[in-house]
């Protein structure tokens, strides 16, 4: 069955220090996402990709982060200078076809850990 | 802005019972999509189930079923002969089944209930 994949699984990282988190979505799906849970709390979502472009993106989504789907399959998240505050479970997501129900695929996640 | 609350932290129940899980949420749009996710320890999120707004019928998986109440703003899940693998955090999540641009409209998560099963 087609899956969500996210590497690293744990990453790492000095405060300050740029980040690269990667994701391969499913393969035939055109909407993908960023969502991040710190620990204990609830999911939030960051950004949603669409044909290239960011077609909506949360308050939290500033200037330290961008995202980019450098060839056909991965999907990154860059945090350009981490903060301790960026310590949090990342998760990519993915849809298929253009319907408000269709359901989106998670990934694993990425666990964030700036120190 | 649409709101999604969990009332209940943690909830327990003992293997082979039922338990409901709460959700509300706020929202002045009629067209909208309704889930519950389900989070084991292993942190990966997996669809449970889905309510479309405009539906009357409430959805059912297998064990999971929900009661929606759309005028009460209220959908909760039950299961039905709870499992030991039924242990995990339950997420309800609202969207918005507007689509425009391209976009598919985000997900918007309440805070979860922590569900524990006893043996």
């Known amino acids: 069955e087609p899956e969500v994949t996210q590497t690293p699984s744990h990453q790492v990282t000095q405060m300050g220090q740029e980040v690269i988190l990667r994701c391969v979505p499913i393969s035939n799906h055109l909407y993908f996402y960023w969502y991040r849970q710190i620990l204990g709390q609830k999911v939030e979502f960051l950004v949603s990709f669409y044909n290239n472009e960011i077609s909506e993106k949360s308050e939290i989504f500033d200037d330290q982060f961008s995202v980019e789907r450098p060839d056909g399959s991965n999907f990154t998240l860059k945090i350009r200078s981490t903060k301790l505050e960026d310590s949090a479970m990342y998760f990519c997501a993915s849809s298929g076809e253009l319907a408000g129900g269709n359901e989106q695929f998670f990934g694993p996640g990425t666990r964030l850990t700036v120190l | 802005a649409q709101t999604v609350t969990q009332s209940q932290p943690e909830m327990s129940v003992q293997e082979a019972e039922t338990v409901t899980l709460s959700c509300t949420y706020d929202t002045s749009e009629s067209d909208y999509y309704l889930f519950w996710y389900k989070q084991p320890p292993s942190r990966q999120m997996i669809l449970v189930i889905r309510?479309?707004?405009?539906?009357?019928q409430n959805a059912t998986e297998n064990r999971f079923s929900v009661n929606f109440q759309k005028a009460a703003k209220s959908f909760s899940l039950k299961i039905s002969d709870s499992q030991l693998g039924d242990a995990a955090m339950y997420f309800c999540?609202?969207?918005?089944?507007?689509?425009?641009?391209?976009?598919?409209?985000?997900?918007?998560f309440g805070k979860g209930t922590k569900l524990s099963v006893k043996p």
């Open positions: 999540a609202y969207r918005s089944g507007w689509s425009y641009g391209g976009s598919q409209g985000n997900l918007i």
């Open positions: 309510q479309e707004a405009y539906k009357q």
